[in-house]
C-alpha cells in the first residue's frame, strides 16, 4: 500500500505541463508609408520563457501561421538592446539550442485540448500578421473560455485584436498590460506607426493598465496573464510557473 501511495506521489511531481508557444510568422511590419520594418520576435520574450518552462520540465510546442519557422528581430540581439553583450550572447544560445524552434507546427493545426496553457510572446511581428489571423482569434477566444493559463506579452497582445466579431471581443472588461504608447514613442516608432498597441487594445473594451516605462510589470485576472514589456517575459513565465 505505501509503495503504491509513492509511485502515485513520484507520477504527480514527475507530472510535466504541454504549453503551446503561438509565435509570429513574419520578418517584417508595415509602416504607415508602406515601408517594412525589419522585425520577428523578441528574443528575450522567447528566451526567457522558455528557458524557465524547459528547465522545469515542461513540453513545449511552437506553431505560427503557416508554420512558418519564427524570425528572431535582430536588433533584441544587440548588447545594447539585450543588457549586455553577455546577455545577447545567452540569448542567441537558448534560441539556437531550442530544436522546436526549427519544426513549428501550423497555427491552424493547434488544438486547445492539446495543451495546459497557451504564451505568446511578442516582438513587432505580431502587429503584422497575429493581429488579423483568423487562427489566432480562434485559439485565444478558445483559451479564454477555458480556463487554462494565458500568458501574453509586449506586442502580442495585438493577437487579441482578431478575436473580435461584430465588432465584440470577449477580452473586453479584462484587465491586460501591453506595449505603451510612451514605449513606441519612446523606440521612434509611435510616429511611423499605422495604429498604436494601446489604442486598439482600449477600442477592444478591455481595462488597459500600464507600469513605468521599460521596467516589468504583469497583470493577472482570471487565467489571462499579460506583460507590459520584454522586461516583464520573465515575470510572465515566473507566474505561468507557479499556476501550471
Not at 479564454?144 to 495585438?158: F, M, N
Not at 479584462?174 to 499605422?194: C, D, H, I, Q, S
Request: charged share 20%.
Amino acid at each position: 500500500m505505501l509503495r503504491q501511495i509513492g509511485q502515485v506521489w513520484m507520477r504527480r511531481r514527475l507530472a510535466v505541463a504541454s504549453l503551446l508557444f503561438v509565435m509570429t510568422g513574419t520578418a517584417y511590419w508595415t509602416l504607415k508609408d508602406g515601408t517594412r520594418h525589419a522585425t520577428g520576435y523578441w528574443a528575450e520574450e522567447f528566451a526567457a520563457p522558455y528557458k524557465a518552462l524547459a528547465e522545469a520540465g515542461h513540453q513545449i510546442v511552437v506553431a505560427s501561421p503557416n508554420g512558418v519557422v519564427p524570425t528572431v528581430d535582430m536588433m533584441s540581439l544587440r548588447p545594447e538592446m539585450a543588457g549586455s553583450a553577455q546577455i545577447a550572447l545567452d540569448l542567441e544560445a537558448i534560441i539556437r539550442s531550442a530544436e522546436v524552434m526549427r519544426r513549428p507546427i501550423r497555427l491552424a493545426d493547434a488544438r486547445l485540448e492539446d495543451y495546459d496553457a497557451v504564451y505568446l510572446p511578442g516582438g513587432h511581428g505580431p502587429m503584422e500578421d497575429l493581429s488579423v489571423d483568423a487562427d489566432a482569434g480562434r485559439l485565444l477566444t478558445a483559451a479564454l473560455a477555458s480556463g487554462k493559463p494565458l500568458a501574453i506579452v509586449c506586442h502580442a497582445p495585438a493577437a487579441m485584436l482578431a478575436t473580435r466579431i461584430h465588432g465584440v471581443s470577449p477580452f473586453a472588461g479584462y484587465r491586460v498590460t501591453a506595449f505603451t504608447n510612451e514605449e513606441e514613442n519612446a523606440v521612434g516608432l509611435g510616429p511611423k506607426a499605422r495604429w498604436l498597441l494601446e489604442d486598439e487594445l482600449i477600442d477592444l473594451g478591455v481595462n488597459f493598465t500600464k507600469g513605468e516605462m521599460w521596467k516589468p510589470y504583469t497583470v493577472v485576472d482570471r487565467s489571462l496573464f499579460t506583460g507590459q514589456n520584454p522586461a516583464s517575459a520573465a515575470v510572465l513565465a515566473e507566474r505561468l510557473l507557479k499556476v501550471l
